[in-house]
């Protein structure tokens, strides 16, 4: 409902503002969360990746006795 009789709307930017910074404080809080999300995952992957080479040298070196 337009608040001034030519039809022309009128904002509170105080609650406008309030509103906007309440969600850019969300926002940036669960950025932070995802951040460290992802730097676990990428630790994860990180290990997983180690893990990986060593058990492709295992299986080369039990290959390569069996060979034998």
Do not use: C, H, W
């Amino acid at each position: 409902v337009p608040l001034i009789p030519d039809d022309t709307f009128v904002i509170r930017y105080f609650v406008f503002i309030v509103s906007l910074v309440k969600s850019v404080q969300e926002l940036s809080i669960e950025n932070e969360q995802l951040k460290v999300d992802l730097l676990n995952q990428k630790t994860l992957l990180q290990q997983y990746g180690m893990e990986l080479e060593q058990l492709k040298a295992e299986f080369i070196q039990i290959k390569n006795n069996n060979d034998r």
